[in-house]
């Protein structure tokens, strides 16, 4: 398996409170991602990173910002946690182009209240 | 707005089944086609889909893409409880190394 780790693997909280999911890497690949899971929708892009401090946005990226200032860790940050921002939430990574595959760490579950 | 379609969205099969999964996609800057697997944990990977027409085989899961039609099917021969998953589909874009998923067909298999 890939060396990711994803923290906290559950968490509670209140509406309106920051949250902050961590996803750290320890096969030095230069993709990262943040997905979240959804009943009857997949698996959806947040946002994405292409290397240190290089960070775009993906197709649900609206409530959400990250931070990348190691390769190896990738930052995840509700700034005012909503009730829709419940959900599973995957970080993955990939090696880039010469090796396109993304393999998925093991998920945060995220219940805001 | 690129889109990937899996169906069904779920199925239930007896051991020894054989079944098919579909996955359709329109999509600008496709690159390549993934599947996955997941049970009540992370995706694993399954395949990467390229090229048009060339089947991937592993073990009794095979999959193939047909680039001018636009879909690819994924097939289980003599299915397995341990097959009981959740399989993905997905598109890699050309830009960004981005994955466009569907969202998935729930394959139960009964003993």
């Known amino acids: 398996d890939a060396g990711i780790t994803q923290s906290p693997r559950h968490k509670v909280t209140e509406t309106g409170t920051p949250v902050t999911l961590r996803c750290h890497q320890t096969e030095n690949h230069r993709y990262m991602y943040w997905y979240r899971q959804d009943p009857g929708h997949g698996l959806r892009l947040i946002h994405y990173s292409y290397g240190v401090k290089d960070t775009d946005k993906g197709e649900v990226s609206d409530g959400y910002s990250v931070s990348r200032s190691k390769t190896e860790d990738f930052l995840l940050t509700l700034e005012s946690a909503t009730s829709s921002q419940t959900s599973v939430y995957f970080c993955a990574i990939s090696e880039g182009l010469a090796g396109a595959t993304q393999y998925f760490g093991p998920g945060t579950r995220l219940l805001v209240l | 707005e690129d889109k990937v379609v899996q169906s069904p969205l779920s199925l239930v099969v007896h051991e020894g089944d054989t079944v098919t999964l579909n996955c359709s996609y329109e999509?600008?800057?496709?690159?390549?086609l993934l599947w996955y697997k997941q049970e009540k944990k992370a995706p694993t990977f399954l395949f990467m889909l390229t090229s048009s027409g060339i089947e991937k085989k592993s073990g009794r899961l095979s999959s193939i893409l047909d680039k001018k039609e636009l879909f690819s099917i994924l097939n289980i021969t003599a299915t397995q409880t341990g097959d009981s998953a959740v399989y993905l589909c997905a598109v890699l874009m050309e830009y960004g190394n981005k994955l466009v998923f569907g969202a998935g067909t729930i394959l139960r298999v009964k003993s």
């Open positions: 999509v600008t800057n496709f690159r390549s």
